[in-house]
């Protein structure tokens, strides 16, 4: 099982739709959570922490759910910028990340 | 504007040669630095952990005779491939969590290394 899974997609959705990706992680001691954001060949950036209690950033929803090991994101609104790689990503300690493979999303006219 | 810098951005050399990778943090200091690999369609996999002033800490399957890895400083660690082969292209980044501030590890650009 790896250590931290993602539906590989890709999400093919419409400007203006809601769409939500999903990640499960198995290291029940991981300390900290974050959504990141990838472009075709370019290195991840960081699009949000992601805590227990939700956080939000614009049209950005994140939710962890501790108990279940279940990572979530939200986006509304999608624009067509919003196309790109989704990377759910898990710090199991002593800041080494472990990275799923990431969700493709495709935002259409 | 980048936090970590990555240099070369991308590098094609032949078979058999060395290839260096720089990774320099710009505006702090970092003890600690980590170096991954993404192949195609796969996700980014931690190769090592680079240390300054001391050995790196290499991740199972990583062998640490062919990735050289040197935390000189603490704002430089260098990736050498040695003697390199066509399975070692790839896609090399290297990151960075600014210190007192752990919330946000920072990448480099990365270096798509391709060998022919």
């Known amino acids: 099982r790896k250590e931290v899974e993602q539906d590989p997609g890709p999400f093919n959705v419409p400007e203006g739709a809601t769409v939500a990706f999903n990640c499960t992680y198995s290291n029940s001691a991981s300390q900290s959570f974050f959504w990141y954001r990838q472009d075709c060949r370019k290195e991840p950036k960081l699009l949000m922490s992601v805590y227990s209690s939700g956080n939000e950033d614009g049209r950005f929803t994140a939710q962890l759910n501790r108990a279940s090991q279940y990572i979530s994101l939200l986006i509304r609104d999608s624009k067509l910028s919003d196309s790109a790689t989704y990377l759910c990503?898990?710090?199991?300690?002593?800041?080494?990340?472990?990275f799923g493979t990431g969700t493709r999303l495709l935002v259409s006219p | 504007g980048a936090v970590v810098s990555q240099h070369p951005s991308w590098v094609i050399c032949k078979s058999g040669t060395s290839v260096k990778i720089e990774c320099r943090s710009l505006d702090f200091q970092a003890t600690t630095m980590f170096w991954y690999r993404q192949f195609p369609k796969q996700s980014l996999m931690l190769m090592a952990t680079?240390?300054?002033?001391?050995?790196?800490?290499?991740e199972q399957g990583v062998e640490k005779d062919k990735f050289l890895i040197n935390h000189a400083s603490l704002t430089l660690s260098t990736l050498t491939v040695t003697s390199a082969h066509p399975e070692d292209s790839s896609f090399y980044i290297c990151?960075?969590?600014?210190?007192?501030?752990?919330?946000?590890?920072?990448f480099g650009q990365g270096t798509r290394l391709t060998v022919v």
């Open positions: 990503v898990v710090n199991t300690g002593f800041q080494k990340l472990v």
């Open positions: 680079s240390n300054e002033g001391s050995k790196a800490t290499y």
């Open positions: 990151s960075a969590w600014r210190e007192n501030m752990n919330t946000e590890a920072f």
